[in-house]
């Protein structure tokens, strides 16, 4: 049935059903985290299908995750019905891949073209670095591509870096770029970059592509805009176009809704500029800002703002709720790393057994992915069910990278990274040698890779030695026997079997006596299973029929090979991220999974419980930001991403000791904790007192009171009336050695060492100590330091 107009617009305020009725020219919704953004945008793709007429077939929403966009699909479903299906709702690149696999021939590319990641990219990297005689030592595989990157995400073309080009760095850069570029061609290969910049290529360069597009999208819509680079920014404008076009074709109606404040992707590009130009870009554009937010309690959202306060250059906006103060913040100073892994777990515990939280209710976030190893010991210890996202992905393991290389040759022959990866794997008696030759030949004929290895099987190569050439052959007529059980039909899990089968790879690892091998052949039973599920998702997707609700020359056929490897390609960390309804189970409630995450991938989610974790300088800030204030911004945006994914219940906290590279560190407090407001925090345990008192407890709280290790002698009751945050004022007297790069120091643990940074200044002074054998170290210099300067 038709959702009625008010339906759609009831539960809105003015501001959020302005954005949603808004018609006519193009619209930016700005505002703070939890305003509705998001579901202003789900909302006005219902309204545009209910209230004004416009055909699926007609939108294209644009979303971060994989993830979102399925839930957004869903939402409109929900609202409007099966109808929904029609609707382009993706990635930008996944939208890119869908354009490219349709209009391949026009970039002279094949349609069943390979997805490089930066995996492949790096290899590929490698080996042209390589034949150009580049030294490694001084630009290595990674510096080239991200700097390629970089060139790419602003639509810089490689004859352009070429000319460009102003010193030594960015010679080389180009010179590999421009050899890159013809070898990913060559290949039928597409990297991730590329989907963005090839595509804006295709709309700039061929207008009839670009009116075809013009004509059938009406409506773009995106989110978290405030995360798009230049290229992004370019595909959106090509997309909808700013003026009527000479076939008469009027601008699409553009509505994108972000927060500047929110801007964590810089280092893939991200410009806030996007935000802040937006009505210079589109001319005639309406802006709505949105201020109440619907997600969290007045207390968190008072800490979010204060926070994000102190970044310059921003334009101030207030949050405000009506849902009350809610529950204070909660602090927690740990010992060390596992001391803070306790608590958290112990937390949850308490708050699952008094009934305040499912598991499933609770986030913990940390800065970097390594951090989540101290959580996943103890969950595992306490037997709390959790879910770990990203982290050591599983399509980055090396067997399972193996197999979809075979997979892509199969599907790509000229997959060159692929099938150079395969060539001798399992050993097959091609040595690197054998390889070179192949490739030198290939070089000198101009043919591809997979060409050159043909013409090895007739002799046509010069200086290779017949075993290799045997054993080439065999190799050749192993992919042709796999080729045929692909052309045959097969699923993609037969195909898989096929290949682990007949290429030895699985026999390998099963005779194998390492341990790591067996749980290689696990990781395989599971892409095998992966596989096998994909095929039987697409049938029901299809229903009885096998009709799909809408063909499309740009999606591979669903089940197929290539549609497999687009899937596995584009996958991301946030698209595992566990739905918070759990599975079923008998009593008819699941309490889920505690889900543990970087702030990254947590962008437009929200949970009950929030744990930020590991709020310390040098960890959260990032080392790397602690002396530029630029990327400190951001970190602090990160911070406030962290803090408004909390609807309920907040809990900060940080870890005096931590190790790193198999030392321990002692690191300051993060200032970001300096920063909530010090009335909003309960400090459920602080810093432990130091023997000149500059530690000390809120006073109020007797739980406050605990001592750390055996050092600092004073019990740590020495208190503090001005401040309950985990900085006294007093510490700015306390800094009890005064150090520079160069100065020899005892320390009466690791003895005998040489600073070799320092960092901070007053309660945050940090040096970096290099103690020979004992390793680097890097130790704060307040309170009473275990060590004296020579
Ligand atoms: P973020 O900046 O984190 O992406 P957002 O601005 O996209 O946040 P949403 O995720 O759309 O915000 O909304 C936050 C929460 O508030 C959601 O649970 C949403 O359902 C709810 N919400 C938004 N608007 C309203 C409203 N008018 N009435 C009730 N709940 C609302
Ligand atoms: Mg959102």
């Not at 935000?275 to 870009?281: K, N, P, S, V």
């Not at 109020?700 to 009336?721: C, D, L, M, V």
């Amino acid at each position: 049935a038709k959702p009625r107009h008010s339906d759609l617009l009831d539960d809105l305020n003015p501001a959020q059903r302005e954005a949603v009725t808004h018609a006519g020219s193009p619209l930016l919704v700005v505002a703070g985290a939890g305003s509705g953004k998001t579901r202003v945008l789900t909302r006005r793709i219902a309204y545009l299908l209910a209230e004004r007429d416009v055909h699926p077939g007609q939108i294209m929403a644009i979303t971060f995750t994989n993830k979102a966009a399925a839930e957004m699909r869903e939402r409109v479903s929900d609202l409007v019905g099966r109808r929904a299906n029609a609707m382009w709702v993706s990635t930008f690149h996944s939208m890119c891949v869908r354009i490219l696999r349709r209009e391949a021939k026009t970039l002279e590319m094949s349609s069943s073209f390979s997805i490089y990641d930066s995996d492949d990219t790096k290899r590929l990297i490698t080996l042209v670095a390589r034949d150009l005689d580049i030294d490694p030592k001084k630009y290595a595989a990674r510096t080239l591509a991200v700097h390629i990157s970089n060139l790419k995400n602003e639509l810089i073309d490689p004859e352009t870096a070429v000319a460009d080009a102003g010193n030594d760095l960015e010679r080389r850069v180009a010179e590999v770029y421009v050899e890159y570029q013809r070898r990913l061609n060559q290949a039928n290969a597409f990297d991730f970059d590329d989907l963005i910049m090839r595509t804006v290529e295709l709309l700039q360069t061929y207008p009839d592509v670009a009116e075809y597009y013009r004509r059938r999208f009406r409506h773009v819509l995106v989110d978290e805009y405030q995360d798009t680079n230049h290229a992004q920014y370019t595909l959106v404008r090509e997309l909808v176009g700013t003026e009527t076009n000479e076939a008469g074709i009027e601008p699409a109606e553009l509505c994108v809704v972000g927060d500047a404040d929110q801007s964590i992707y810089a280092f893939r590009g991200a410009t806030i500029r996007n935000i802040e130009e937006f009505e210079r870009d589109f001319p005639n554009a309406r802006t709505v800002l949105l201020e109440q937010n619907y997600r969290s309690t007045q207390t968190i959202l008072n800490a979010a703002n204060a926070v994000i306060a102190r970044n310059p250059n921003r334009r101030a906006k207030r949050l405000w709720t009506d849902s009350g103060d809610g529950e204070k913040i909660v602090g927690y100073v740990a010992d060390n790393e596992h001391d803070e892994a306790a608590f958290v777990a112990g937390e949850i515990d308490a708050l699952a057994d008094k009934g305040e939280a499912d598991y499933s209710d609770v986030a913990v976030f940390y800065r970097t992915n390594n951090q989540s190893r101290v959580f996943e010991e103890i969950f595992i210890r306490l037997g709390l069910p959790y879910k770990v996202v990203g982290g050591v992905r599983f399509y980055e393991r090396r067997e399972v990278r193996d197999m979809l290389a075979y997979l892509r040759v199969l599907a790509n022959p000229e997959d060159t990274v692929s099938l150079r990866r395969i060539l001798n794997v399992p050993k097959r008696g091609i040595g690197d040698r054998a390889e070179a030759v192949i490739a030198t030949y290939a070089e000198r004929e101009r043919i591809s890779f997979a060409q050159a290895l043909r013409g090895a099987v007739s002799g046509e190569v010069p200086l290779l030695n017949p075993r290799s050439a045997k054993a080439i052959t065999g190799f050749v007529e192993l992919m042709d026997e796999l080729g045929e059980v692909v052309e045959s039909g097969a699923e993609v899990a037969d195909i898989l079997e096929a290949v682990l089968e007949r290429t030895g790879y699985r026999a390998e690892l099963e005779e194998s006596d390492d341990p790591q091998d067996a749980s290689r052949v696990e990781n395989l039973t599971e892409l095998v299973t992966v596989a096998r599920e994909f095929t039987e998702f697409t049938a029901e997707v299809a229903g009885p029929d096998g009709e799909l609700p809408e063909a499309d020359p740009g999606v591979p056929e669903p089940g197929s090979l290539p549609a497999f490897l687009e899937r596995v390609s584009l996958v991301a960390d946030a698209d595992s991220v566990p739905s918070p309804d759990g599975g079923d189970s008998d009593d008819g409630h699941d309490a889920g999974v505690v889900t543990l995450m970087t702030v990254h991938t947590a962008k437009g989610l929200e949970y009950p419980v929030v744990f930020g974790t590991g709020w310390e300088d040098g960890i959260f800030p990032h080392m790397r930001a602690l002396g530029d204030p630029t990327e400190l911004a951001e970190e602090r945006r990160l911070a406030y991403v962290a803090i408004t994914r909390a609807r309920k219940r907040l809990y900060v906290s940080r870890s005096m000791v931590r190790s790193a590279w198999g030392q321990p560190q002692m690191n300051p407090a993060s200032r970001f904790l300096d920063e909530l407001p010090a009335d909003l925090v309960d400090w459920r345990r602080l810093a432990p007192s130091s023997s000149s008192g500059g530690f000390g407890s809120s006073g109020g709280s007797p739980r406050a009171a605990t001592t750390w290790g055996s050092r600092g002698g004073g019990g740590g009751s020495s208190s503090r009336a001005a401040s309950t945050s985990p900085f006294g004022k007093g510490w700015k007297d306390t800094v009890a050695l005064k150090l520079d790069v160069g100065d020899r120091v005892s320390h009466d643990k690791y003895g005998l060492g040489t600073v070799v940074a320092c960092d901070g200044t007053g309660p945050r002074a940090t040096a970096t100590i290099d103690f020979g054998a004992a390793g680097k170290v890097r130790l704060m210099l307040i309170g009473s330091v275990p060590m004296v300067k020579l």
